[in-house]
Structures are given as structure tokens and as C-alpha cells.
């Protein structure tokens, strides 16, 4: 992607220029971020996906004041799945259904959330879909991560504020702001696209029925559990490592049994330094952390037909090869993640398997100058459905 290039899908502004300006820093309204959107996939499809085991998927109810004194309305929120009869009546009002990852289980939603690959691939999550009656929405509120609130049928007012309150309504089942006060409104069309950065306030309303709107998500990792997954890995390196036992010749007898011997402090010490002696292990150990697929993403193996390595070559060398759409792969100067996993790589191979990371795809004359080592490794990720040969033209 050229990143100096103005882009519709950023209101004629270039993705550097995007990020340098608004990126987790102010909103932006970008009309006819994709001009003549239409759904890419119906509603009949989204209840389908809302009603599969291997899809998150949330129905949040509002229940509307029955007065006018009383200010708050109730809200009830279930999980899915939900069979088609589980969910309210269209033409019930104020509800709505999210459907979370579809970008993992359709093509056309994927290849909508590439084109947000200005941001690097570690920190784009998903691509959420929800689902409106008029009226529906899921109240005030802020998220913790950038989003772009894409309408794709419908109309939706979005109404937004810098608010430094984020106080939450207490013992609602969804983080609902307190006192929302709303400083910028707008209704948005098929096509119209909002940014907001994390901890924006945040109420989009639908107007009318059959209101869809595309959440494209982030994702940042939160410190601690950064350390604590990293450290997790780096504890199973060290399980591996050679038995090193405390030693104490220089033990003087003691009058305080109870005390710790210092040098067993320093012994403690030595043996956190050595979990980090390998100065690759925390890249090693971020790179397979960031690639980790989701808990509900599996891949389907190929079956013993397919999986003919002589033929899967044979077809790889004329169409080349194209990663799954739930596959993640990344790299740093030394590494190819792929799905939790870490290679080492150097030369013509690791130049080719960082343009398979980037382009999530190869040529078939690409594949044909890689070593048969890289090869055979892809073959594999092949039969494992992480890679797939790409569809002949
Ligand atoms: C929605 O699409 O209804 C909610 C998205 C959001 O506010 O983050
Ligand atoms: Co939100």
C-alpha cells in the first residue's frame, strides 16, 4: 500500500497523514468513505453466523422508560449463539445483535479490513457486525480501543463527546456512561465512516430498521498480561535449559536458621537474567504471543486427497499460494511467526516469507525461488490449513 496515496476510504487523506493526525487522537467523519456500499452480506447470513457455536455473538434489549420521569431505561444483554427464533421480532424496536470476528468466516468482510492495513497487523482484532431495529443501539459508552464505525444499510445518528467523566451507570449488564453529554451529532448514510480513538464517548442510535453498521476493531496489549504471557514462555524455555543447582561452599554456620542465605538471593536473580540471556527469546516469545489464533479459530486440515505433497507442489509452483483469511503472520528481523508459532529465517527465504506476510500471498514464480527447506515448510502449513494453494484464473 502506498501510504502517501490519498485515499477515499480516509476522506481524500493519505494513511500517513491519517495517522500522524487523528490516529488515538481525534475523531474524524469521512462521507463516502466507500461510495455505493452495499451490505456484503445480508441479514439472513449475519442471524446465521449469530447462530453457530463457533461465533461470539451478544443481543443487547432495551427496555424504554415507561414514563417520562423516569430517565434511565433498562437494559438486558444475552450471549449467543442464538437460533433464529431466539432473537426479538423485526419489527420489535430497540434491539440489537453483534456479531463478532466476521472478518474470520467471510472473504469479502476480510478483504474489507485489509484495506486498514495502514495499521500494522498486530494491532488490527476484527471486524464486528451489529444488527438494528430502529431504536436499537447499545447506549452511551466508550471502548478502550481506536474503532471505525462503518454504516454499511440504514441510517445511524452518532452522537460523540470528549466527556472526561466516564462514570458508569451502576448494576447495568453493559458499560452504559452515566452522564453522556453529547457535543457532536451526525446521521450516517450507507457508506459514511466515523473514527474515534479510545476512551471517545461514544452513542450511535439506529433510525431506521435493518441497520447495519461495520465495527473495524483494534486491539492493544494491556501490560501486564503482555509480561505475564512473555514470561509464560520464556519459563518453558527455561524448562529446557540445563540443571544448574545452587551451590554454598562458602556457607558459614548460622545462628538465625530462619534467615535466607543472600547468596541463594543472588542465585534467584542470576536465574531470571539467565531466561533473558537469549537475546532473541522476548521477540521470539511477542512474535508467537501476537500470532496466537483466537480460541475459537480452528483450521480445517487438509483430507488425504488433497494432501498429496507431489500434486500441492505441482499446483503451488503454477498458482502459488495464499494465506488462510484466519491465518496471522508476522515477522522482525530475525522471525516468520505464523499462528503462535516461530522460524528463524535468513536470506532469499525470509525475504519471501516477509512478502507472504505482507501481501498474504505468493506468485507461483515466487514460490518457485524459494529453497525446497521453505518449501517443504510451507507444504506443510498447507496441509495444516494455515495456507492455501491460491485458485487458478
Ligand atoms: C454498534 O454498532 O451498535 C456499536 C458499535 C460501537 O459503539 O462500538
Ligand atoms: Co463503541
Redesign the pocket.
Same mark, same amino acid.
Given at each position: 500500500m502506498d501510504i502517501t496515496h490519498a485515499l477515499p476510504l480516509l476522506g481524500g487523506m493519505s494513511p500517513e497523514r491519517f495517522m500522524k493526525q487523528y490516529w488515538q487522537k481525534k475523531p474524524l467523519l469521512i462521507r463516502q468513505a466507500i461510495p455505493g456500499m452495499k451490505p456484503l452480506l445480508d441479514r439472513a447470513a449475519l442471524f446465521d453466523l449469530a447462530a453457530s457455536q463457533e461465533v461470539e455473538s451478544r443481543l $443487547?434489549e432495551q427496555v424504554l422508560p415507561a414514563k417520562k420521569a423516569q430517565r434511565q431505561s433498562t437494559w438486558r444483554m444475552r450471549h449467543g449463539p442464538f437460533e433464529r427464533r431466539a432473537l426479538p421480532a423485526l419489527k420489535q424496536a430497540a434491539w &440489537?445483535l !453483534?456479531v463478532q470476528g466476521v472478518n474470520l468466516h467471510h472473504d469479502a468482510v476480510d478483504a474489507l479490513m485489509q484495506q486498514f492495513r495502514f495499521v500494522p497487523d498486530a494491532r488490527l482484532d476484527d471486524v464486528? $457486525? %451489529?444488527y /438494528?431495529s430502529e431504536g #436499537? #443501539? +447499545?447506549g452511551p @459508552?466508550f471502548?478502550s480501543y481506536d +474503532?471505525f !464505525?462503518l454504516q454499511a444499510h440504514g441510517q445511524?445518528r452518532w452522537q460523540i463527546a470528549a466527556q472526561k467523566d466516564l462514570s458508569l451507570q451502576e448494576g447495568a449488564p453493559l458499560k452504559i456512561l452515566a452522564n453522556f453529554e453529547p457535543e457532536q451529532t451526525w446521521v450516517l448514510e450507507p457508506g459514511d465512516m466515523l473514527y !474515534?480513538p479510545p476512551r471517545y464517548a @461514544?452513542? =450511535?442510535v /439506529?433510525m431506521t430498521g435493518d441497520?447495519m &453498521?461495520? %465495527?473495524v =476493531?483494534f486491539r492493544a496489549p494491556k501490560q501486564a498480561e503482555l509480561g505475564q504471557e512473555i514470561l509464560q514462555r520464556l519459563a518453558e524455555d527455561l524448562s529446557d535449559a540445563p540443571e544448574l543447582l545452587y551451590k554454598d561452599r562458602q556457607q558459614s554456620a548460622v545462628t538465625e536458621p530462619a534467615r535466607l542465605p543472600e547468596g541463594l538471593t543472588a542465585f534467584a536473580h542470576q536465574a531470571l537474567q539467565a531466561a533473558l540471556k537469549d537475546p532473541l527469546a522476548l521477540q521470539r516469545s511477542l512474535g508467537e504471543y501476537l500470532t496466537e489464533p483466537k480460541a475459537q479459530v480452528w483450521f480445517e486440515e487438509l483430507d488425504d486427497d488433497e494432501a498429496d505433497d507431489h500434486s500441492l507442489s505441482e499446483l503451488a509452483n503454477t498458482q502459488g499460494v495464499t494465506l488462510d483469511r484466519r491465518t496471522r503472520m508476522m515477522f522482525d528481523d530475525r522471525h516468520v511467526f505464523i499462528n503462535g508459532e516461530s522460524y528463524l529465517a535468513g536470506g532469499r527465504d525470509a525475504r519471501l516469507m516477509r512478502q507472504l506476510a505482507n501481501d498474504r500471498a505468493l506468485s507461483g514464480k515466487d514460490w518457485r525461488t524459494a529453497s525446497s527447506a521453505a518449501q517443504e515448510l510451507m507444504l506443510d502449513w498447507c496441509l495444516r490449513g494455515w495456507l492455501r494453494v491460491s485458485s487458478g484464473s
Open positions: $443487547i &440489537t !453483534l464486528m $457486525i %451489529s /438494528a #436499537g #443501539g +447499545v @459508552h471502548d +474503532v !464505525l445511524r !474515534l @461514544h452513542d =450511535g /439506529a441497520c &453498521t461495520y %465495527s =476493531g
